[in-house]
């Protein structure tokens, strides 16, 4: 059976491998095709489309984008076939990371509100060369000695709710998919099992989501048990919805998941890609 890979990230998000490398190392996997999904970025998709060879596997040009969740937090789409010099999709993406770098001054300012001495500098030492988040905060309050460990930092400060908590700007879901139909992409739910929700529960939700303009959903999916798999197979047929699959590979960032293998038994099927093409070509028709 030829197998597909439709959910990767590089260096140009949190993954370890360059662009290319990923196409390669897709092409080293004897995958027929590989897409590359950086979270809310494409930086890293002409690259990624210049290592196409002839012999390889089809390059797809995606991204991960971050949407609010309905009834609070967020959940992932995926664009597949997005065309990354689209200026309106390019401009939607730039507000984006613009948004998210407010987010940690943001949460420096609400803390020297409240009192605690705390620079941003100290935050993105704490972070080293990671992307800066909550817990390099946390680690800051701790070795400052204002809170005792972690879980009080989050708990007193941090989480959701607390005085110092930064709810994340987000697109909801209706703009994302906008966006990504605008660029001539169709739009997939990431990983859907990841959510947690009762069957019945996920399925109003995707059912929602259609409504606005979803193409598919993401059934095969490393963390996908079996059941899971399944159940979302059942669920897309029911819903008239293309199904996707991907292993969600981040390189070392992620050392259990292997291209194309995911933890080993993961197997999306090359014959999936003629009904997401059929969903992408319906858009453009
Ligand atoms: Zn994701
Ligand atoms: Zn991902």
């Known amino acids: 059976m030829k197998l597909i890979d439709l959910h990767t990230h590089s260096t140009a998000s949190d993954g370890t491998l360059p662009p290319a490398q990923v196409a390669l190392a897709a092409a080293q ?5 590989v897409a590359l999904t950086d979270h809310d970025t494409t930086q890293g998709l002409a690259e990624f489309l210049e290592a196409a060879a002839s012999s390889g596997p089809e390059l797809v040009p995606g991204v991960e ?10 959940m992932h789409m995926v664009g597949l076939w997005v065309d990354h010099e689209e200026p309106r999709f390019k401009q939607g993406l730039e507000r984006v990371q613009t948004a998210r770098k407010q987010r940690n001054p943001k949460i420096v300012a609400r803390l020297q509100e409240l009192g605690v001495d705390i620079t941003m500098d100290e935050v993105v030492a704490a972070a080293g060369r990671g992307q800066v988040g909550r817990p390099h905060f946390a680690q800051v309050l701790v070795d400052k000695g204002v809170v005792a460990g972690p879980g009080e930092a989050f708990g007193r400060f941090l989480k959701r709710g607390a005085p110092a908590y930064m709810e994340k700007e987000r697109l909801n879901p209706s703009q994302a998919m906008e966006l990504i139909r605008g660029a001539g992409g169709i739009s997939v739910l990431a990983h859907p099992g990841l959510l947690e929700l009762h069957p019945a529960a996920l399925e109003e939700l995707v059912k929602g989501l259609k409504e606005q303009g979803l193409m598919g959903i993401e059934a095969y999916y490393s963390e996908h048990n079996p059941a ?13 919805l293309a199904v996707s699959g991907g292993s969600d590979f981040h390189g070392h ?4 998941i292997r291209l194309g293998a995911g933890k080993g038994t993961l197997r999306v099927p090359a014959s999936l890609l003629a009904g997401l093409k059929q969903a992408r070509d319906a858009l453009s028709g």
Not at 253 to 256: E, F, I, L, Q, R
């Open 253 to 256: 960032n992620k050392p259990g």
């Open 65 to 74: 984008l971050s949407v609010d969740r309905p009834g609070g937090g967020s």
């Open 29 to 33: 996997a004897g995958l027929s095709a």
């Open 228 to 240: 899971t798999e399944r159940r979302l197979l059942e669920m897309a047929a029911r819903l008239g």
